[in-house]
């Protein structure tokens, strides 16, 4: 395993690291989270992602109880929560970044992780209901409080990234140190165009989500998608309908060949491509199987053989094909 800084900060991530959305506490068992938390430590991964929303807690509730059994020592993984979309309840002081509902998520999380601090703080989407100014100051209090490590944004804009860093250096605050966007051969406008003024000037780091496209990536689908993936699965039809489309196969079938002439599998050269972008602090996986998370953590090395006459390829390729990634 390689470690980057997140951000400015001086946290080091694992570059890989794993996460637990629609998996944990829902299509997958829970022995077969804990044996994928087991492969991702023995590995290097040093840090764990999950949400207040994911499986309505139950996701949380998976990953404590697999942290409690493991008795890793604490100082040797990092662990995250994200705060807006609530976990379960959908009143108005169930959700959203507001005072309470930060404070009252952080503590809920801090019972179904069963840990004293989160290393990670999200802000899991930006909210128009609520000041930006009012959730600077409440992440700020809760890492004074010992509560939170550092704190961070998902899917916000560069503006509201930015207003959040004003308002902190106006009061002396500390302010958001990543942000989580999704990233991969499909989704780069954020990461490569919209946040590049960011990294210069505020330092932001990103542990980016979906590397391979909830799947799409790994060139396993046809049209109807995998039997026994995520996009068959019951109240996903819109996840299927986003990720799955007939331009993507035909761009899947193009890069695959890429990938075949560099002897790597796809889904290991779409993740070890997301990790040639050094504003990339860490990539999340995620994996269903046990073999899945043994393919994917091969990136790592995979990485190296991306020259700069491969990534040219890539983007011919992607170009070739209508994509509409950023020049
Ligand atoms: P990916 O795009 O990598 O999709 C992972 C899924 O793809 C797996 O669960 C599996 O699904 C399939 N897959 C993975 N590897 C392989 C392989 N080698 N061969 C075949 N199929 C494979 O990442 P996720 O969408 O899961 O996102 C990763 C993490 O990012 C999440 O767990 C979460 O922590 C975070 N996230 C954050 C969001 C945010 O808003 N902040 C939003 C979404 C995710 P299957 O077997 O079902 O096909």
Known sequence: MRYRRLGRSGLQLSELSLGSWLTFGKQIADGTAEALMKIAYDNGINFFDNAE????????????????KMEWPRDTWCVSSKVFFGAGGK???????????????????????????????????????????????????????????????????ASEIAEAHAV????????????????????????????????????????????LASGVLSGKHDLEGDVSSRLRMAGLEWLKERELTAQRMAKV????????????????????????????????????????????????????????EVMDRVEKTLRAMGSSTPG
């Open 168 to 211: 902190a250096q106006e009061h002396h605050l500390l302010a958001p140190v990543m942000e989580q966007p999704q990233y991969n051969l499909f989704h780069r406008e954020k990461v490569e165009k919209e946040f590049a003024p960011l990294y210069d000037t505020v330092g932001l780091g990103t542990t980016i989500w979906s590397p």
């Open 253 to 308: 079938k193009e890069l695959k060949e890429v990938a075949e002439e560099l002897g790597l599998s796809l889904p290991v050269f779409a993740i070890a491509w997301c990790l040639r972008n050094p504003h990339v602090s860490t990539v999340i996986l995620g994996a269903s199987k046990t073999a899945q998370l043994e393919e994917n953590l091969k990136a790592v090395d995979a990485q190296d053989r991306f020259t700069t």
């Open 91 to 157: 009143l108005p002081t169930q959700t959203g970044l507001h005072r309470k509902h930060v404070v009252e998520a952080c503590h809920d999380a801090l019972k179904r992780l069963q840990v004293e601090h989160l290393d990670l703080y999200f802000c899991h989407r930006p909210d128009p209901d609520t000041p930006i100014s009012e959730t600077v100051w409440t992440m700020h209090q809760l890492i004074m409080q010992g509560k939170v490590m550092y704190w961070g944004t998902s899917e916000w804009s």
């Open 53 to 68: 929303i994911y499986a309505r807690g139950e996701s949380e509730r998976v990953m404590g109880r697999i942290l409690k």
